[in-house]
């Protein structure tokens, strides 16, 4: 792989992903303001009332977000028949796949990063007497989610371009079958995982109460090794499957 | 004379569709072949695979000693027949950008070819007409120094003063001491008097191929009319 080659088509993927990279962070900062002006009166929030919204209201938006994201990063590419443009210059799948990754990398960064200052301090603001503190594992976490959910469609999005028929249909049951296989292999991993050191992932709200979340590095390792399985079988399919 | 690319049996099949059944096509160093025919007798695919975006079902192909591929690109200038520029880019920029994938970009070829199309950097793509960006697509594929350019279609829906700027590139740029030109299209008369060799194809088959000046003689006829006469 050549670093420059990746610099290069990283270089258009951050010119092209200006609105990205402002409209959802914008978006994200909105929502929250949206739950602040939700809960703003409620005297006293439910134990775990943090921890719920950080799994399923603000998380779920984004994660929708990122995997349109990933979709997209390629497909606009076809849509607009650059594609073959980017193919024609002297680049190989892997590097493109790479680069695409990274941006999604450097996208899922910045939405990780907007959505835990914000939702820090709007959930610190509504409960005046409360403060709120949140990991930096938790944000690593969230980040790595973001970006394995977005380097997942866009390996979707990589078959649906490289299989002539029936495309989309092969992209959904791989979407099942993998999505089933990553939960199945956690799962055997998890005596392994348990093995590496474990990580506070914690949420701190009011007098010292905690939410707290069983979480080890090996977790985090994991998420890891799927965006990469990710990326190398998206760079495989550009290289060798699909033809513009 | 270096053989620059060499295709055998050349094979291309999309599900039950053939694009390329058995080519077999040869291009010299110092020479302009073109291929000729109608829209689908696989001239594009032929392309594409010589450049390595579209790989081979059978048969083998060599260009400049290699298997298509990114190595290849280096060596070798592509210019697609579709609108396949980044619209949102600008004129410079994407210059700039796709320079900096080779090392054989020349920076004052490419600035001389600009000024002689006519080209304004800071235009967006999206604001030039059909014409001026097929200008631009030449203008990107000559402002390299290698030994090979592919040009599918390179005339293809184009106005006529475009076309006659592209030309006079394509004449101005051509060193037939050093590079050579594979050219498809089906506006054979424009590209008549720039082809040293020809292969029309049919349904992906090569119906006839040979030294233009030959066949010209053989058919008493030129090139053009010749295409009329098989494809008519």
């Given at each position: ?7 290069n ?38 134990r ?11 998380i ?64 610190t ?12 594992w ?14 997942f ?24 079958i ?9 799962g055997w ?21 905690q ?34 | ?23 077999d ?101 999206s ?13 990107i ?41 594979l ?17 029309f194809l ?31």
């Amino acid at each position: 792989m050549d670093i420059r080659n990746i610099k290069n088509i990283l270089v258009k993927e951050i010119k092209l992903a200006k609105s990205w990279l402002i409209f959802v962070p914008a978006g994200v900062l909105l929502f929250n303001f949206y739950i602040y002006l939700k809960f703003k009166d409620i005297p006293s929030m439910s134990r775990n009332a943090p921890m719920l919204l950080v799994s399923g209201i603000v998380i779920l938006p984004l994660l929708i977000i990122a995997f349109i994201r990933g979709i997209l990063i390629l497909k606009s590419e076809r849509d607009n028949r650059t594609i073959e443009y980017l193919k024609a210059l002297p680049v190989n799948g892997f590097e493109i796949a790479t680069a695409k990754s990274l941006m999604i990398g450097i996208e899922s960064f910045a939405y990780a990063a907007t959505y835990f200052i914000t939702f820090r301090t709007m959930i610190t603001l509504a409960q005046t007497t409360y403060t709120v503190r949140l990991t930096l594992w938790l944000f690593v976490l969230i980040w790595l989610v973001l970006t394995l959910t977005a380097t997942f469609s866009l390996l979707l999005q990589a078959v649906g371009m490289s299989v002539r028929r029936f495309g989309r249909l092969i992209a959904a049951v791989l979407f099942l079958i993998l999505s089933q296989a990553g939960l199945k292999i956690a799962g055997w991993l998890d005596p392994v995982l348990r093995e590496f050191p474990h990580i506070t992932l914690y949420v701190v709200y009011g007098a010292g109460t905690q939410a707290k979340g069983p979480m080890t590095l090996g977790t985090l390792i994991l998420l890891a090794i799927y965006i990469v399985i990710n990326v190398s079988l998206t760079g495989y399919l550009v290289e060798n499957k699909m033809e513009v | 004379m270096n053989r620059l690319l060499r295709a055998r049996g050349l094979t291309k099949r999309y599900g039950r569709k053939h694009a390329l059944r058995g080519v077999d096509l040869e291009v010299n160093s110092g020479e302009v072949v073109g291929i000729l025919g109608p829209n689908g007798s696989g001239k594009s695919t032929f392309l594409k695979i010589a450049i390595g975006i579209v790989r081979p079902t059978g048969g083998e192909i060599e260009v400049l000693g290699q298997r298509p591929g990114a190595g290849l690109r280096k060596h070798v200038s592509y210019m697609s027949e579709n609108d396949y520029l980044y619209r949102w880019m600008r004129v410079g920029e994407i210059l700039e950008w796709t320079a900096s994938f080779y090392d054989d970009w020349n920076d004052a070829k490419s600035q001389e070819i600009i000024e002689f199309l006519g080209l304004d950097r800071d235009s967006k793509i999206s604001s030039l007409s059909r014409g001026m960006r097929g200008r631009l697509k030449t203008a990107i594929a000559f402002s390299r120094d290698v030994q090979l350019y592919l040009l599918d279609e390179p005339l293809s829906g184009i106005d006529p003063a475009s076309r006659s700027k592209i030309l006079d590139v394509i004449i101005r740029e051509y060193r037939p001491e050093n590079s050579s030109i594979l050219l498809s299209t089906h506006l054979v008369m424009d590209v008549e008097n720039l082809l040293d060799r020809v292969v029309f194809l049919s349904d992906g088959s090569v119906l006839l191929q040979g030294n233009a000046d030959e066949l010209r003689s053989q058919h008493d006829a030129s090139i053009n009319s010749i295409f009329i006469q098989l494809y008519g």
